[in-house]
Protein backbone atom coordinates (compact mmCIF):
# COMPACT_ATOMS: atom_id res chain seq x y z
CA UNK A 1 0.00 0.00 0.00
CA UNK A 2 1.22 3.50 -1.16
CA UNK A 3 2.09 5.92 1.80
CA UNK A 4 -0.43 9.35 0.94
CA UNK A 5 1.89 12.37 2.50
CA UNK A 6 0.15 15.63 2.72
CA UNK A 7 1.80 18.02 0.53
CA UNK A 8 2.60 20.78 3.45
CA UNK A 9 5.19 17.81 5.16
CA UNK A 10 6.52 16.34 1.38
CA UNK A 11 9.46 17.93 1.84
CA UNK A 12 10.03 16.74 5.42
CA UNK A 13 8.91 12.98 4.73
CA UNK A 14 11.59 13.04 1.67
CA UNK A 15 14.67 14.64 3.40
CA UNK A 16 14.13 12.19 6.30
CA UNK A 17 13.91 9.15 3.97
CA UNK A 18 16.58 10.30 2.53
CA UNK A 19 18.73 10.87 5.30
CA UNK A 20 17.76 7.39 7.14
CA UNK A 21 16.86 5.03 4.70
CA UNK A 22 17.05 2.12 6.58
CA UNK A 23 14.76 3.76 9.05
CA UNK A 24 15.75 5.89 12.21
CA UNK A 25 17.23 4.29 15.42
CA UNK A 26 16.66 4.56 18.86
CA UNK A 27 19.37 6.40 19.49
CA UNK A 28 18.86 9.26 16.87
CA UNK A 29 15.22 9.04 16.85
CA UNK A 30 15.20 11.73 19.86
CA UNK A 31 18.31 13.88 18.78
CA UNK A 32 16.48 14.09 15.17
CA UNK A 33 12.91 15.24 16.68
CA UNK A 34 14.77 17.31 18.94
CA UNK A 35 16.64 19.21 15.39
CA UNK A 36 13.17 19.53 13.60
CA UNK A 37 11.11 20.20 16.84
CA UNK A 38 12.74 23.65 16.09
CA UNK A 39 11.46 24.79 12.62
CA UNK A 40 7.89 22.83 13.02
CA UNK A 41 4.91 22.67 14.77
CA UNK A 42 4.11 19.85 17.30
CA UNK A 43 1.51 18.16 15.06
CA UNK A 44 3.35 18.37 11.84
CA UNK A 45 6.61 16.92 13.45
CA UNK A 46 4.45 13.96 14.54
CA UNK A 47 2.69 13.27 11.34
CA UNK A 48 5.47 13.24 9.31
CA UNK A 49 6.96 10.80 11.50
CA UNK A 50 4.56 8.85 12.46
CA UNK A 51 3.57 8.42 8.57
CA UNK A 52 7.25 7.19 8.24
CA UNK A 53 8.33 4.73 11.09
CA UNK A 54 4.66 3.29 11.17
CA UNK A 55 4.39 4.35 14.68
CA UNK A 56 1.48 5.42 16.03
CA UNK A 57 0.64 9.17 16.12
CA UNK A 58 -0.09 10.21 19.54
CA UNK A 59 2.99 8.26 20.70
CA UNK A 60 5.29 10.07 18.12
CA UNK A 61 3.25 13.02 19.70
CA UNK A 62 4.27 12.63 23.12
CA UNK A 63 7.40 12.26 21.97
CA UNK A 64 7.75 15.47 20.37
CA UNK A 65 6.15 16.94 23.75
CA UNK A 66 8.85 15.09 25.62
CA UNK A 67 11.38 16.81 23.29
CA UNK A 68 10.56 20.13 23.45
CA UNK A 69 10.30 19.82 27.18
CA UNK A 70 13.84 18.42 27.40
CA UNK A 71 16.41 20.79 28.26
CA UNK A 72 19.11 19.22 25.02
CA UNK A 73 21.36 16.55 23.99
CA UNK A 74 25.06 16.56 24.13
CA UNK A 75 26.33 18.49 20.96
CA UNK A 76 28.18 15.27 20.03
CA UNK A 77 24.83 13.34 19.76
CA UNK A 78 23.23 16.53 17.54
CA UNK A 79 26.28 17.03 15.44
CA UNK A 80 26.11 12.97 14.36
CA UNK A 81 21.86 13.37 13.55
CA UNK A 82 23.10 17.03 11.92
CA UNK A 83 25.71 14.92 9.95
CA UNK A 84 23.07 12.76 8.15
CA UNK A 85 20.20 15.53 7.65
CA UNK A 86 22.88 17.61 6.38
CA UNK A 87 22.70 17.57 3.07
CA UNK A 88 21.51 20.11 0.09
CA UNK A 89 17.87 18.90 0.67
CA UNK A 90 18.20 20.36 4.48
CA UNK A 91 19.51 23.00 3.41
CA UNK A 92 16.75 23.79 0.89
CA UNK A 93 13.90 22.55 3.53
CA UNK A 94 15.71 25.08 6.46
CA UNK A 95 14.65 27.84 3.46
CA UNK A 96 11.17 26.73 3.05
CA UNK A 97 10.44 26.48 6.22
Known sequence: ??????????S?????????PQGIDEQKYLPMLSILYTNMS?????QVIA????K?????????YRV???TTFS????????QKLNTPDYEKWLADE
Not at 75 to 82: L, N, Y
Request: with cysteine; proline share 2%; hydrophobic share 40%.
Open 1 to 10: MQKTIPAHLA
Open 12 to 20: TYELIQCAF
Open 42 to 46: DRSLA
Open 51 to 54: DYTG
Open 56 to 64: DYHIVLNDV
Open 68 to 70: GSM
Open 75 to 82: DEVIDSVK
